[in-house]
Nanobody, 125 residues
Framework: QVQLVESGGGLVQAGGSLRLSCAAS????????MGWFRQPPGKEREFVAA????????RYADSVKGRFTISRDNAKNTVYLQMNSLKPEDTAVYYC??????????????????WGQGTQVTVSS
């Protein structure tokens, strides 16, 4: 079992930055692929970024590439999403996800067994 708790969301002006954190409990964090997804108002949940267990492999959605950075600290059981140059279209509920069953990077929501409760990010123009 892995429990995930996101934090760090809020209201920010366009061009600003936020750092999301996802604290995980459970012994399998260090071997889990970790992902960030988001769900804009009225839309489906979409992939944002993911990192494999060692941090050696990452993937980003094209819409955030060059602006967002995913990182993890296995000693602290925490994964981060640094978001820079935020745009109004980044407004969404952001979710952290984990899965200990794969060693690769997963972009699909179906590839993750554990999810956090989400944190709201609102970017004003």
């Amino acid at each position: 079992q892995v429990q995930l708790v996101e934090s760090g969301g809020g209201l920010v002006q366009a061009g600003g930055s936020l750092r999301l954190s996802c604290a995980a409990s459970g012994r399998t964090f260090g071997s889990s692929v970790m992902g960030w997804f988001r769900q804009p108002p009225g839309k489906e949940r979409e992939f944002v970024a993911a990192m494999n267990w060692s941090g050696a492999s990452t993937r980003y959605a094209d819409s955030v590439k060059g602006r967002f950075t995913i990182s993890r600290d296995n000693a602290k059981n925490t994964v981060y999403l640094q978001m820079n140059s935020l745009k109004p279209e980044d407004t969404a509920v952001y979710y952290c996800a984990a899965d200990p069953r794969t060693s690769g990077v997963v972009r699909l929501t179906s590839g993750y067994a554990y999810w956090g409760q989400g944190t709201q990010v609102t970017v004003s123009s």
